[in-house]
């Protein structure tokens, strides 16, 4: 990855069974945005997904004829549990099955959405019968398999061949052989939809004192408890009432489909990174489009301190509205794109003692994970499945290495060299659980070293032509220092394919994170006053993630995909087939 200096399907026809009525409907993984949309009559986000199902080899269970199969496809749960969330129809007398009946589900990048399917031959007194009222137990089972969604989407082909096993905790079988499953997964079409939308603004509120207000656009998603997520936002119009901004992409992959609520907030940008909020609406794109065709405004509203929303005569207008069909994110990965997975960690001292229970480095021999640990873990989960080869750099930086001067890019893995990989999810946390007994803690917090560290894998990697998209996560505790510097070399890595997630862990200020995070303000600019191309920074405090309504996951990444076809786009590379 770098360092620190399907198959077809194919299969005879069968005859279908006789059956009527449909499958359980499909569900996406995250039930508290599932539930928050459908109880609002919306449906899906990110890519809808088809999944078509074929088998061969299947075990014969019938004595006069061959077995008459149908596939029942689960979803893994948080808990762990499982929950049926698809059965397709009955294929008679066939041991290489070509299903019909297809699978729709949401495709959520930021989440591992484990998928279960089992095959059972239908017993030939139920073949009249509904499928989703047929008993398995009264079938016979004749095997299961799983894998992650993430799987088959990373495919050049969307296609995963998979080994149909017996039931974990049966005892083992006479017949060893099972058969094959071969699951394919299909993007449909409304998740190719690009809408551009120009948006202006009538007498807006002045909030300077001295000078009109500096106005920029968020818009954001909602997911649970209500809780937005931005997912694009406009540039700044510095002393303007009535701005109109530059056009703004907006696709079903960041956004949902074209119901979902969306949150449009107009703010005032101060350069300390605390915004005044001018005002804000909730409409859909569709409203949008509404809105655009009809040619009217829509009044903002304020929230005052009662909970009430106040109307202003503030007005937001769709200038202009067009649907696009472009390339999407899994068009990319299809054609061999790869996430690569990078890791830099804080050892300065605020972090305290790690031998000691209030430090935010203390390993409990109890095994439950610190805040660093658990980082890693929930976005190394996520991000292993679009890297093939699974070694990721890792870095530490604010600590003395044993007899050495303090280091604010230094191997995780001990090493000297350039070498500054590690093997797997599992290799990081290795790493960095020896590396804390073997550096002295110290400071001060530098991002830029790390950045830069970054920052030349991924140019070295463009220079050789390589499909990779890097994406590194550093994980601090405190303010840094060297915050025009990291500016500087994040300016310069915005050219890069090469995205930042930042998490912060304690109780520090970290207002100069949200800063850096620039979705609520500014392009970031260099010292020598150039402007970042692109916004390569996603920041995300753990203390306001920690309470269930949103995981860190789902904040961090949530901006990532736009980011990477952002980047793509810039550059007009387009997704090739192998």
């Excluded at 003692?353 to 805040?371: E, F, I, K, M, T």
């Excluded at 604010?398 to 604010?408: E, K, L, N, Q, T």
């Excluded at 970054?454 to 550093?474: E, K």
Aim: aromatic share 8%; charged share 20%; with cysteine.
């Amino acid at each position: 990855m770098g360092n620190c200096f399907s198959e077809d399907v194919s299969s005879g026809p069968g005859a279908i069974a006789s059956v009527s009525g449909t499958a359980p409907s499909s569900s996406t993984t995250n039930d508290a945005v599932d539930y928050y949309l459908k109880s609002r009559g919306f449906n899906g986000l990110f890519s809808q997904i088809e999944l078509s199902f074929s088998a061969s080899n299947l075990r014969d269970r019938d004595v006069l004829s061959k077995s008459d199969p149908m596939v029942v496809v689960y979803k893994k749960e948080k808990d762990e549990t499982l929950t049926e969330v698809f059965r397709s129809e009955v294929v008679l007398n066939s041991l290489a099955p070509k299903w019909i009946k297809k699978f729709t589900l949401a495709y959520h990048f930021e989440t591992v959405q484990t998928l279960f399917f089992r095959v059972y031959d239908v017993d030939t007194q139920y073949q009249n019968s509904r499928e989703e009222m047929l008993k398995l137990d009264d079938q016979q089972f004749l095997g299961e398999a799983t894998c992650a969604l993430s799987e088959i989407v990373t495919k050049s082909t969307r296609t995963i061949t998979l080994d149909l096993n017996r039931k974990e905790g049966f005892a083992a079988q006479s017949h060893p052989h099972h058969g094959k499953l071969i699951v394919h997964a299909e993007e449909c079409l409304a998740s190719k939809i690009t809408t551009e939308i120009v948006f202006r603004c009538s007498s807006l509120e002045s909030k300077d004192l001295f000078s009109k207000s500096d106005p920029f656009l968020v818009v954001s998603k909602i997911v649970e408890h209500g809780t937005p997520i931005p997912v694009s936002k406009t540039e700044v119009l510095k002393n303007n009432l009535n701005p109109i901004w530059k056009p703004l992409s907006l696709s079903v992959q960041q956004v949902g489909s074209k119901d979902s609520p969306l949150i449009i907030e107009c703010s005032d940008f101060n350069s300390n990174g605390k915004h005044s909020l001018i005002g804000k609406i909730q409409k859909s794109l569709a409203d949008l489009e509404k809105l655009h065709l009809a040619g009217q405004g829509i009044n903002l509203s304020l929230p005052t301190v009662s909970g009430q929303n106040k109307v202003l005569k503030s007005q937001l207008f769709v200038e202009k509205f067009t649907e696009t069909v472009q390339h999407t994110f899994l068009e990319y990965l299809a054609s061999g794109f790869e996430l690569s997975f990078m890791v830099a960690i804080d050892f300065t001292a605020s972090n305290g003692n790690p031998r000691l229970p209030d430090s935010l480095h203390y390993v409990s021999p109890s095994g439950q994970l610190n805040a660093y640990q658990r980082a890693i873990v929930e976005l190394g989960e996520v991000l292993q499945f679009y890297d093939s080869d699974k070694r990721f750099p890792a870095w530490g930086f604010g600590a003395r290495p044993i007899d050495g001067p303090v280091s604010h890019c230094f191997n995780l893995n001990g090493s000297s060299s350039s070498y500054c990989e590690v093997d797997g999810i599992q290799g990081i946390l290795t790493s960095y659980t020896s590396a804390l007994f073997n550096v002295s803690l110290a400071g001060p917090t530098l991002f830029g070293p790390v950045i830069e560290s970054a920052a030349t894998i991924a140019s070295q990697s463009l220079a050789q032509g390589s499909r990779r998209y890097y994406v590194l996560l550093i994980i601090t505790d405190g303010v840094i220092t060297d915050l025009q510097e990291t500016k500087d070399a994040l300016v310069s890595a915005s050219d890069l394919p090469l995205s930042i997630l930042i998490v912060g862990v304690g109780g520090a200020d970290f207002k100069e994170m949200e800063i850096l995070d620039a979705d609520r303000g500014d392009r970031l600019e260099s010292s020598t006053g150039r402007l970042a191309s692109r916004d390569i920074v996603q920041f995300v405090a753990l203390r306001d993630v920690q309470h269930g309504e949103v995981s860190v996951v789902q904040a961090l990444l949530a901006e990532l995909p736009s980011q990477f076809l952002t980047y793509m786009r810039i550059r007009n590379m387009k997704p090739i087939p192998l």
